[in-house]
Structures are given as structure tokens and as C-alpha cells.
């Protein structure tokens, strides 16, 4: 194979398991990446030398345009987005601009260069919001409760609209949450494993948490990646909700966690008004029943294991980190 996929949002943590995935696939990838006066490349530093960055820019039509025309790619995954749901509240605009707007400028730029191009939409549970029926599937109408979900909402339905107005081969894939040791330490599963290990290693004697009885459908991230491209590979562009199938709280997330390390929850969680949302987003649980029959996609990796994997990751994270001297007091934490 000889195809050459351009990936934005390369240096997050799908887009390092959907680059890993491609390259053991024969494709040539291409990252797309902001130009940024730091690294954040922490997460593909592995596959240096193995695929290509150029500059781009979602908030930047004519670098879409150049990076399509000088790479020429035969599938786009757009997957850069201002992700983290709170931030939405504070930067409404700006998440407005990369997570909305940001895929009118891709959709454009493939209608401009290349509408033979195959598009894919990292679309999210987060438009369900206040869910109209429990499990949602691809038919359920969207309530999105925060900017994020809204700027999603955009996002996908116009994706809809490029694939019936140009006949552009464009689908959406409406993940819901999925987490691996790659996620930002910001979300609220590596917020847990990695307090967990700090815990563990006597780096810390507690962690502030927000809702604990919101329930998510948790799933592993590189298993999702591999719903994205068969989702390319079809002979119908369409959308498909990708999910587990079971929800878990973030209450069951913390016992999971803790009791992998012999601990208990309870002793070390807080719960922080001031981390509640403006609006709760209480349940999500997907269907993926289409992606099963239609992509032959399933789920490998269970939410136990997936947290476990998260914590183990976490220990030996701060483990080596600890041997380098690079905590304070961290020699004799190790030790113990």
C-alpha cells in the first residue's frame, strides 16, 4: 500500500494511535501540527523518522489548502479539536473557531483540492448532552450541554452536509469517551490513575473530584482508532456511533483504580463543588450496534483493564522518574 493520510491533531492521543495504526497498515502519514514555541510531541517522539509533520493550522484556511496540495492525501482525519469539556465554558470562542469552524475550513479545503479525498470527523457523545433515550445510537436527536458538545454538533452535521451537497466520501464517527496512558492529565480518568500512582509512591494523600455518580461509557483508545479507518474503507460514506455498550461511574472508575494498588477509594477521594459543570452531563452509553454489523468493529479491551493499564502505566511513569531524582524526596518513596 502506498496511501498517504494526513492526520491532524497527530501529537494527541487518538492521533498517535491512529498514526501507529496506519504506518503497521503500509501507509505514508502525515501529521499536521500548530506551529507552537514548545514541544508537544511527547506522544509520537517514537515514531520520529516514521511519518511526516507540516505546518497547519485549523484556525488557517490557506494552510489546510497547502497541506493538502503538497501532500496529497487520499484519506483526512480530522481529529484536532479544543477538547477538554470545561475549558469549553471559558473559551467559548476559540472553541467555537477550531472544534466548529475548523471543519468547515478541512471540508473546504477537500472540496477545493481533492473532492476524490475520504474525510473523517472525530464527532463525539458529547452532542447527545441531555440525553433524549437511553442507549443513544446514530438516530438519537443531539442536546448538547456545553460549548464543546455544541461546536460537535456543528461539526458533524456539516460534515453530513459536504457528503450530500458535493459528494464528498465524508463520515463522522460519534465517539463516545475512550482513554488510554496517552490521555491529558486533565481528563478525569488520567486525573484518577495518575493520583493514584502519585498516592501509591507517597507523593500525594489526595484527589479532588467533581461528579462521582456520572456515568461514561469508557472505552480504550486504540481500539477506537481502528473504528476510524474502517470507517474510510467502506463503499458508503455513513456515521457510526462507536462505544462499549456499558456505562460505568466515575465513582466505579476511583474503586477500580485504587483497589488495583490495594487501596481504597474512599480514604483519599474529595469531592470539589468547583469541579461540577455549569450543566451536568449525567449519563452516556452508546450503541455501536451498526459499527458491530456494518464495520465488523468490537471493543477488545474491558473498563477494567483499561483503567488497570492506566495505572500501571502511571506507577512506573513516576517510578522512573522517581530513580532519576526528578520528584523531591522521591528516592525514598521508591524504595518503599
Given at each position: 500500500?502506498?496511501?498517504?493520510a494526513l492526520?491532524?491533531?497527530i501529537?494527541g492521543?487518538?492521533g498517535?494511535?491512529l498514526?501507529?495504526?496506519?504506518?503497521e497498515?503500509g501507509?505514508?502519514?502525515?501529521g499536521?501540527t500548530?506551529?507552537?514555541?514548545?514541544?508537544?510531541?511527547e506522544?509520537?517522539?517514537?515514531?520520529?523518522?516514521?511519518?511526516?509533520l507540516?505546518?497547519?493550522?485549523l484556525?488557517?484556511?490557506?494552510?489546510i489548502?497547502?497541506?493538502?496540495?503538497?501532500?496529497?492525501?487520499?484519506?483526512?482525519?480530522?481529529?484536532?479539536?479544543?477538547?477538554?469539556?470545561p475549558?469549553s465554558?471559558?473559551q467559548p470562542?476559540l472553541?467555537?473557531e477550531?472544534?466548529?469552524?475548523?471543519v468547515?475550513r478541512?471540508?473546504e479545503?477537500?472540496?477545493q483540492?481533492?473532492p476524490?479525498?475520504?474525510f473523517?470527523?472525530a464527532s463525539s457523545?458529547?452532542m447527545?448532552g441531555?440525553?433524549?433515550e437511553?442507549?443513544q445510537?446514530?438516530?438519537?436527536?443531539?442536546?448538547p450541554?456545553?460549548?464543546?458538545?455544541?461546536?460537535?454538533?456543528y461539526?458533524?452535521y456539516?460534515?453530513?452536509?459536504?457528503r450530500?451537497?458535493y459528494d464528498?466520501?465524508?463520515?463522522?464517527g460519534?465517539l463516545?469517551n475512550?482513554e488510554?496512558p496517552?490521555r491529558?492529565?486533565?481528563f478525569?480518568?488520567?486525573?484518577?490513575?495518575d493520583?493514584?500512582a502519585?498516592?501509591k509512591l507517597?507523593?500525594?494523600?489526595e484527589?479532588?473530584?467533581?461528579?462521582l455518580?456520572?456515568?461514561?461509557?469508557?472505552g480504550f483508545?486504540?481500539?477506537y482508532v481502528?473504528?476510524m479507518?474502517r470507517?474510510l474503507q467502506g463503499?458508503?460514506?455513513?456515521?457510526?456511533?462507536i462505544?462499549?455498550?456499558k456505562a460505568?461511574?466515575?465513582?466505579?472508575?476511583?474503586?477500580?483504580?485504587f483497589?488495583?494498588?490495594?487501596?481504597?477509594y474512599?480514604e483519599f477521594v474529595?469531592?470539589?463543588?468547583?469541579?461540577?459543570?455549569p450543566?451536568?452531563?449525567d449519563?452516556?452509553?452508546g450503541?455501536?450496534?451498526?459499527?458491530?454489523?456494518?464495520l465488523?468493529?468490537?471493543?477488545?479491551?474491558?473498563?477494567?483493564?483499561?483503567?488497570?493499564?492506566?495505572?500501571?502505566?502511571d506507577?512506573?511513569?513516576?517510578?522512573?522518574l522517581?530513580?532519576?531524582?526528578?520528584?523531591p524526596g522521591?528516592?525514598d518513596?521508591?524504595?518503599?
Amino acid at each position: 500500500m502506498d496511501r498517504t493520510a494526513l492526520i491532524t491533531g497527530i501529537t494527541g492521543q487518538d492521533g498517535s494511535y491512529l498514526a501507529e495504526l496506519l504506518l503497521e497498515k503500509g501507509y505514508r502519514v502525515v501529521g499536521m501540527t500548530r506551529r507552537s514555541s514548545t514541544d508537544h510531541h511527547e506522544r509520537i517522539a517514537h515514531l520520529a523518522g516514521k511519518v511526516k509533520l507540516v505546518q497547519g493550522d485549523l484556525l488557517d484556511q490557506a494552510s489546510i489548502v497547502a497541506a493538502m496540495l503538497s501532500e496529497r492525501p487520499a484519506e483526512v482525519y480530522n481529529l484536532a479539536a479544543q477538547s477538554f469539556v470545561p475549558t469549553s465554558w471559558n473559551q467559548p470562542v476559540l472553541t467555537g473557531e477550531f472544534t466548529a469552524l475548523g471543519v468547515t475550513r478541512m471540508l473546504e479545503a477537500i472540496r477545493q483540492v481533492d473532492p476524490t479525498i475520504r474525510f473523517y470527523q472525530a464527532s463525539s457523545s458529547e452532542m447527545f448532552g441531555k440525553v433524549r433515550e437511553v442507549p443513544q445510537n446514530e438516530l438519537t436527536p443531539f442536546h448538547p450541554r456545553s460549548p464543546y458538545g455544541v461546536a460537535k454538533a456543528y461539526g458533524h452535521y456539516l460534515t453530513v452536509n459536504y457528503r450530500e451537497s458535493y459528494d464528498i466520501f465524508a463520515v463522522s464517527g460519534i465517539l463516545f469517551n475512550h482513554e488510554s496512558p496517552r490521555r491529558g492529565l486533565e481528563f478525569v480518568s488520567r486525573k484518577i490513575t495518575d493520583a493514584v500512582a502519585r498516592i501509591k509512591l507517597g507523593f500525594a494523600d489526595e484527589v479532588p473530584l467533581g461528579n462521582l455518580d456520572a456515568r461514561r461509557d469508557w472505552g480504550f483508545a486504540g481500539d477506537y482508532v481502528d473504528a476510524m479507518w474502517r470507517m474510510l474503507q467502506g463503499d458508503e460514506a455513513r456515521d457510526y456511533v462507536i462505544a462499549t455498550g456499558k456505562a460505568h461511574t466515575v465513582r466505579e472508575l476511583c474503586h477500580v483504580a485504587f483497589e488495583h494498588v490495594g487501596l481504597d477509594y474512599q480514604e483519599f477521594v474529595r469531592t470539589d463543588e468547583d469541579l461540577f459543570r455549569p450543566a451536568e452531563v449525567d449519563q452516556l452509553l452508546g450503541d455501536a450496534t451498526l459499527a458491530r454489523t456494518e464495520l465488523g468493529w468490537t471493543p477488545r479491551v474491558s473498563f477494567e483493564q483499561l483503567v488497570r493499564m492506566m495505572v500501571d502505566a502511571d506507577l512506573e511513569r513516576y517510578r522512573v522518574l522517581g530513580r532519576a531524582g526528578m520528584i523531591p524526596g522521591s528516592q525514598d518513596a521508591i524504595a518503599r
